[in-house]
């Protein structure tokens, strides 16, 4: 069972902000290559949003958003309190077109994500867990 406490502040989070991206890393430095990805698409599109980096917390996290919305892995993007989902399905409706109509954005012209081998990779320091 999910921490209560930590519960109810993932959902106040989530209900405090349009947009809320749950990741590995912070969008500055991402930590995982799916995270990365659902970062580089939001900044596409010019989104504004909120992170969440999840690492000093995982596991304490999957439990808590395996209750909200019934998903444990991470990224995880939310929309108007609603899990959108994670980077393959953020990719697809980026493709699409509904992630823009989701957010209320315009599509970009060329709506693709760079090939995984394509991407930068940026490492952040070491978290410090208290």
Not at 12 to 26: P, S
Not at 34 to 61: C, H, K, N, T
Not at 66 to 71: Q, Y
Request: proline share 8%; hydrophobic share 45%; aromatic share 6%.
């Amino acid at each position: 069972m999910a921490d209560q406490e930590l519960k109810s502040r993932v959902e106040e989070l989530i209900a405090a902000n349009r947009v809320l991206l749950f990741m590995k890393g912070v969008p500055d430095a991402p930590r995982c290559g799916f995270s990365m990805r659902v970062v580089q698409i939001l900044d596409s599109m010019d989104a504004e949003y909120g992170a969440i980096d999840v690492l000093p917390a995982l596991q304490p996290l999957r439990e808590v958003t395996a209750e909200i919305s019934d998903w444990q892995t991470f990224p995880q993007l939310y929309v108007n309190g609603e899990l959108l989902g994670g980077a393959d399905i953020v990719q697809e409706m980026y493709e699409s077109g509904e992630l823009a109509e989701a957010l209320g954005l315009e599509q970009p012209e060329t709506a693709t994500v760079p090939a995984a081998e394509e991407l930068p990779v940026t490492q952040s320091p070491p978290l410090q867990i208290e």
